[in-house]
């Protein structure tokens, strides 16, 4: 039996056509006024192209989501970037858009983000560490804002910035602990101001949020401007846009909200920008990046990250909302390990077929199932098969979906690229066309915060209810006070579990919701409810995959994933 090849193993053996090609897929024009390469394989769309397409007919927008991730592996963004190729395959005119790799989980536990297998988006090394330096930006623009605020109270305080009150973190791309919680101007000529601060990852920071959900570089500028990021010592709030901010910040994303084209394996057209976390953040790329495709495309596949409770939710309840988008169909990838793994098997026992656990694990499927349905729109499953999958189990999964009339297609993309996912592509376009879809939200603007995350949590997770001390009430009442009542809720939790608690696999229900804190992201228009444990720095594990990345005798990466 041969070797199975590395994922990036696969990728350097890729034949990619320079961008100019895959532009031309698009009906890009090879003109410096249409794009701006970013080397051979990678170039940047110009606005000034973009502008030209505001009245062009959109095509259908197919979201793909996931069952809860599991350390068995799903496989979201391999679907993706698989149907994506399927469409193409039967003659559709398809682009998938993607988030850009977080170098967090690239040298943390997760790994890379450019799918796998034969289903991948290229140059993959460029793509999973700096790509076009993006995140670089974003990380600029975030701090510049930190530098400036502890500038201005370094000469004066002009604003009365209360220091106790100040709720702009400093940001980092990378998984770093330590960084959690640090002292600032403990010596030298700033002693005097000493305060205590922090780091968030890039992926969390609010600047990312609103990258990807501004329209244009003035929306993204007003944005900005709204940041609050502090209160004055009477309680009231502080916005970028007292300090000045707003206009040297989008200088330093200027270049960056230009959405990044690429390609898949098989020289279709993928586009990749922004990547906030969906665990911490709204978990989507950017609306600039879809609504361009969405242009450019009979078909458009993108991703929301983990699993539907988690990324499908905020992609249909915040992303849509602020950018009047609206899917056409949404696929929910499952594999049979992860449903073992949610009926109760172990991981190192997931080699052995075990109907049983299966059947059990199916319970975590139906329940996305169900609340996909939730917002009015008809989901199909996409099995990922793995070698290892035998026909009694796939048999059951199936049987299991046709008995709720659920379309469902087994595939193999990971191993054939889109030739194995061309069933699931001819089956989305059936979906598509029925245009039987009643999209709605799953709440009002008008509802009261509270009342916005109790539904959620009752109606997406099946908790029985939500707690929170005083001091996460009184915030909450404080941002109704201030005029924020009709934003969304981004509920930041565990991607591992329906519940806060990342051991409870499957379905669980009647489980409590703690609410530890609440974040006004006012620039992006939303707030943050975070519950339970989970951290918007991460660190990263005892084994990192950082420890097997490096390069070879010839120069090139090695254990990148």
């Known amino acids: 039996m041969s070797k199975i090849k590395s994922d990036i193993e696969i990728a350097r053996k890729a034949k990619m056509k320079p961008i100019s090609k895959i532009l031309s897929k698009m009906n890009v024009p090879d003109k410096s006024s249409a794009f701006s390469p970013m080397g051979r394989h990678i170039a940047k769309i110009n606005f000034e192209f973009l502008d030209k397409l505001k009245k062009k007919k959109d095509g259908h927008l197919v979201l793909v989501t996931a069952i809860t991730p599991t350390p068995a592996g799903e496989g979201k963004t391999t679907t993706s970037v698989g149907l994506n190729d399927g469409l193409n395959k039967i003659g559709k005119k398809s682009t998938v858009c993607l988030r850009e790799p977080s170098l967090g989980p690239s040298f943390g536990m997760k790994g890379g983000a450019a799918g796998g297998g034969y289903a991948q988006v290229v140059p993959m090394e460029q793509i999973n560490l700096h790509f076009t330096g993006d995140f670089h930006a974003i990380t600029s623009a975030h701090n510049l804002l930190s530098a400036i605020i502890d500038n201005h109270i370094y000469w004066g305080n002009k604003l009365n910035i209360d220091e106790n009150r100040i709720v702009w973190k400093r940001v980092l791309d990378m998984n770093d602990r330590a960084l959690r919680f640090i002292d600032i101007n403990t010596s030298g000529v700033a002693k005097d101001f000493k305060r205590t601060d922090g780091f968030d990852i890039t992926v969390a920071s609010e600047v990312m949020a609103i990258f990807c959900l501004s329209n244009d570089l003035k929306d993204l500028e007003k944005k900005i401007g709204n940041i609050t990021f502090a209160y004055n010592k009477d309680g009231e709030p502080l916005y970028a846009r ?320």
């Not at 300090?243 to 690429?262: Q, S, Y």
């Open 242 to 561: 007292d300090l000045k901010a707003h206009g040297p910040m989008t200088v330093l994303l200027k270049e960056a909200i230009r959405p990044n084209v690429t390609q898949t394996l098989e020289n279709n057209p993928a586009i990749i920008h922004g990547g906030p976390f969906a665990n911490i953040a709204h978990g989507c790329n950017s609306v600039i990046a879809t609504k361009t495709a969405l242009k450019l495309s009979d078909y458009v596949v993108t991703e929301a990250g983990f699993g539907a409770d988690l990324g499908a939710e905020k992609f249909l309840n915040i992303k849509c909302r602020k950018s009047g988008l609206a899917p056409s169909c949404v696929v929910i990838v499952a594999t049979i390990r992860a449903l073992k793994m949610h009926g109760g098997v172990e991981k190192e026992d997931l080699k052995k077929e075990n109907v049983d656990a299966l059947k059990k694990g199916l319970i975590n499927l139906e329940r996305h199932i169900s609340n996909i349905k939730k917002f009015g729109l008809e989901p199909i499953v996409a099995i990922n098969h793995f070698v290892l999958d035998t026909n009694l189990e796939i048999r059951t999964v199936l049987d299991f979906c046709k008995d709720r009339k659920v379309e469902v297609s087994e595939c193999k993309h990971w191993a054939k690229g889109g030739k194995g996912a061309m069933d699931l592509a001819k089956k989305v376009v059936q979906i598509c066309k029925k245009k039987k879809n009643k999209f709605d939200f799953l709440y009002k603007d008008d509802l009261k915060l509270w009342d916005k995350i109790e539904l959620i949590a009752k109606q997406i997770y099946k908790a029985d209810k939500i707690t929170a001390n005083s001091d996460v009430i009184k915030e909450l009442d404080k941002f109704e006070k201030n005029g924020h009542r009709n934003l969304p809720v981004c509920i930041a939790k565990t991607q591992y579990s329906f519940s806060t608690d990342p051991k409870l696999k499957g379905a669980p229900s009647n489980h409590e919701i703690p609410i530890r804190e609440v974040r006004l992201s006012s620039g992006a228009e939303f707030v943050v409810v975070i519950c339970g444990s989970v951290m918007t720095m991460p660190g990263l594990p005892k084994v990192p995959a950082a420890d097997n990345i490096k390069l070879n005798k010839k120069g090139e990466i090695e254990g990148l994933f």
